[in-house]
T-cell receptor
Framework: DAGVTQSPTHLIKTRGQQVTLRCSPKSGHDTVSWYQQALGQGPQFIFQYYEEEERQRGNFPDRFSGHQFPNYSSELNVNALLLGDSALYLC?????????????FGEGSRLTVL | AQSVTQLDSQVPVFEEAPVELRCNYSSSVSVYLFWYVQYPNQGLQLLLKYLSGSTLVKGINGFEAEFNKSQTSFHLRKPSVHISDTAEYFCALEETSGSRLTFGEGTQLTVNP
């Protein structure tokens, strides 16, 4: 049973560039959430997708956007990268009908912005 | 707005000693509470959760936590730790069913031989 998989695991970008991160949820899950974890801090909620729609959004600028595909996989896009966007980006999946925060996390994509 | 405060950023202990990681929360409504563990270079793994019912919750790897509504706390405990318990531990809350998780800043537990 495959868990949550994320790609790429590491990437380096320069300021002003754009990045796309990808996530495949755990088998049987239909909801994907994205979190940003800066060094030494707890994860912060970016947004959540269910049925290909953004259902909730955290306090992140419009430079952060996402998408969910019919197979439940998801992408996180960040435009006009800033140095402060350097972080570990975590994808988490869950089953919408359960309605609790029992999330299954991937190992993350570590983004470094130079 | 809801918030989670983990009172200790680092907790060093010796192997086989007991440990308590402290977590306080603030919310104007009922909450669900969680503890997650993050091993180096890995994602987060759910240790245990409190949704309702018994205030003492048992999780994986011998960990347990007690929900205290009057003190708005959800402390994590283990009676005897192992070297392999060395990791970052995060307390988190969810205000309504299916909403986002709010995490604390994390507590680094280091178990020394």
């Amino acid at each position: 049973d495959a868990g949550v998989t994320q790609s790429p695991t590491h990437l380096i970008k320069t300021r002003g560039q754009q990045v796309t991160l990808r996530c495949s949820p755990k088998s049987g899950h239909d909801t994907v959430s994205w979190y940003q974890q800066a060094l030494g801090q707890g994860p912060q909620f970016i947004f959540q997708y269910y049925e290909e729609e953004e259902r909730q959004r955290g306090n992140f600028p419009d430079r952060f956007s996402g998408h969910q595909f019919p197979n439940y996989s998801s992408e996180l896009n960040v435009n006009a990268l800033l140095l402060g966007d350097s972080a570990l980006y975590l994808c988490a999946s869950s089953l919408w009908i359960l309605g609790t925060g029992e999330l299954f996390f991937g190992e993350g994509s570590r983004l470094t912005v130079l | 707005a809801q918030s989670v405060t983990q009172l200790d950023s680092q907790v060093p202990v010796f192997e086989e000693a007991p440990v308590e990681l402290r977590c306080n929360y603030s919310s104007s409504v009922s909450v669900y509470l969680f503890w997650y563990v993050q091993y180096p270079n890995q994602g987060l793994q759910l240790l245990l959760k409190y949704l309702s019912g018994s205030t003492l919750v048992k999780g994986i790897n011998g960990f347990e936590a007690e929900f205290n509504k009057s003190q708005t706390s959800f402390h994590l405990r283990k009676p005897s730790v192992h070297i392999s318990d060395t990791a970052e531990y995060f307390c988190a809350l969810e205000e309504t069913s299916g909403s986002r998780l709010t995490f604390g800043e994390g507590t680094q537990l280091t178990v020394n031989p």
